[in-house]
């Protein structure tokens, strides 16, 4: 999490019809534009050179560039989105990739992999299968890891959860905060599992970004939790993002 640099990418107003799994009420614009602009602001207060990309109107996920590529020091991946309605979202990243990143590969298929499915800890990455991310999408994203020297592992995703970072986040490189149905994953053997507190599994989706861990505002059992272990805490609106099922790691690429 010792990141220098972020991609995001300016939410069009179709994301109002991004996609929900609960098909729950639309967010409303506005709101949500205003979310997005203080997620940029404070990766740039934390000290992050953030590039913003132009809005796509065809693509109302679009903003959330965390699932269509992993990015990393050594190089980056464009990935192959298992949503049917995002996977050309990744013809619009690569360019701006390839010029930050002179090192790009890329998923051939014929598997499916979402960056949100994929957790960076300190020594290797798991990725989690889920309804976006399938064992071949896996398999073959865990090949071109190594190719850049990254070792993976890959992991479950309970039912019910989008994607694996939705029910867990790194508070710090020894410790995450998983969702009580993530708890006890095997990958996470040697760490130290925090359980979100009761009522705020939403919490999960934390993004820790240098000394600063960024958690949605309404969190305050886990701001609490946070606070008492030392760690510095920035509380961001996210209730319009989570009408469309997102939270805080999902709107940015990181390296
Ligand atoms: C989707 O369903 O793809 C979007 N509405 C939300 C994506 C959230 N991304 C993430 O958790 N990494």
Redesign the pocket.
């Known amino acids: 999490y010792a990141f220098t640099h972020a991609l995001c990418r300016t939410p069009a107003p179709s994301a109002v019809h991004?996609?929900?799994?609960d098909g729950g009420p639309d967010p409303d614009f506005t709101g949500l534009a205003a979310e997005h602009a203080a997620y940029v602001a404070a990766l740039r207060d934390l000290g992050l050179t953030v590039e913003v990309l132009s809005p796509l109107d065809d693509f109302?996920?679009a903003l959330?560039t965390?699932?269509v590529a992993l990015t990393f020091p050594e190089g980056a991946i464009l990935l192959r989105?298992g949503?049917p309605t995002?996977a050309g979202e990744v013809a619009h990243i690569r360019q701006p990739l390839a010029a930050l990143h002179p090192r790009l590969l890329e998923m051939s298929g014929p598997g499916y992999a979402?960056?949100?499915?994929v957790l960076r800890l300190a020594d290797r990455v798991i990725i989690g299968l889920s309804s976006?991310t399938d064992h071949i999408g896996a398999e073959e994203l865990a090949v071109l890891l190594s190719e850049l020297g990254i070792r993976a592992e890959i992991a479950e995703t309970p039912p019910g959860v989008?994607?694996f970072?939705?029910g867990c986040g790194l508070i710090d490189e020894r410790t995450i905060l998983a969702v009580p149905a993530l708890a006890a994953c095997p990958e996470f053997a040697g760490l130290e599992v925090v359980t979100t507190p009761a009522d705020e599994e939403g919490a999960a989706?934390l993004l820790r970004i240098r000394d600063t861990v960024l958690v949605g505002d309404r969190w305050s059992a886990t701001h609490a939790l946070l606070a008492a272990r030392g760690v510095a805490v920035r509380p961001l609106p996210t209730t319009e993002?989570a009408h469309?099922?997102?939270?805080l790691?999902?709107m940015s690429l990181r390296w």
């Open positions: 991004g996609i929900r799994a109302p996920d959330f965390e699932d989105p949503a995002r979402d960056g949100g499915d976006r989008l994607h970072k939705t989706n993002i469309i099922d997102a939270g790691s999902c």
